[in-house]
């Protein structure tokens, strides 16, 4: 009878050593706080960049194909379109991606154009907006003017602006 009081004594030991304590899991909460406070604004800009990224490239895309048609057609197309209009038009596929595309030239055989993307983050102040155009793409250039692409408004990480 002794051994069975002991044995018994030893398995609830063991079932008591098996979970964690209440500071154990506490400190664990409060690690993974500290590790999402400083995760969550890299995030947040991570997410920012890869936008503008985007916007850069199906408006670097656009301009390309857009040139293509006016080597065919002697001029830009032209129209007020959206994203619609933009991709019936020049037969390419921007994704809009979240994003708000424009594109603007003349009536028939427009020697100029330019064309937006938008990118509206609702509740937030990270919104911007890059714009192209017909001149050469030169990311770099001085004269704000003739700078392409370009942030147009808000802030873009990567892009310099050219208002």
Known sequence: MYKAGLLKLKIMNKKMKAGFT???III????LGIIAGFALPNYQKSIRKAHERDAIVQL???HATNLMYNAQDG???PGTLDITGINTGLGINIIANGMTYAYVAGASKPTTFSATAVWDESGTT???TARINEKPIDPT???AANRNPCCFAGTCPSLLNCS
Do not use: K, Q
């Not at 664990?28 to 690690?31: D, E, G, K, Q, Y």
């Open 22 to 24: 209440l500071l154990e």
């Open 28 to 31: 664990v909460v409060v690690l």
């Open 60 to 62: 670097s895309s656009l």
């Open 75 to 77: 001029g830009f197309l």
């Open 126 to 128: 990270n919104d911007f």
């Open 141 to 143: 250039n001085a004269t």
